[in-house]
């Protein structure tokens, strides 16, 4: 058997302009992310950022760096995430920030 579906009446809608401002759900959500690891001859970094509202602003930034001094080995792994939300007097906000540092010997 199959399944009709009839709409017979729809004249109680009203049409919605471009004056007219519609924001679904209401609710914010900022969140961010980031994990960072150094060991000998590597750097890792990875960080995100996400954000839910009628105005959103997000910015991540990961940096690593590996240098070798000959009898020492530098590792450095920087992580940095922002998130930001608004929807009318509701503000949601995240931030993180991690570093990870090694030093080897030779």
């Known amino acids: 058997m199959k399944n009709v579906l009839i709409i017979s009446d729809l004249s109680y809608l009203e049409p919605i302009d471009e004056s007219s401002v519609v924001v ?3 609710n ?3 969140g ?3 994990t960072t690891s150094a060991g000998p001859g590597y ?6 950022a996400s954000a839910i509202g009628s ?8 940096n ?13 792994a920087k992580a940095t995430g ?22 080897f010997g030779r």
């Open 24 to 26: 679904g759900g209401g």
């Open 28 to 30: 914010v959500y900022a």
């Open 32 to 34: 961010t992310y980031a």
């Open 43 to 48: 750097a890792l970094a990875v960080v995100g």
């Open 55 to 62: 105005d959103t602003y997000t910015s991540t930034g990961a």
């Open 64 to 76: 690593t760096t590996v240098k070798d001094f000959g009898s020492l080995e530098f590792s450095r």
């Open 82 to 103: 922002t998130a930001y939300a608004t929807t009318g007097n509701q503000t949601a906000s995240s931030t993180i920030r991690s570093t990870s540092i090694s030093f």
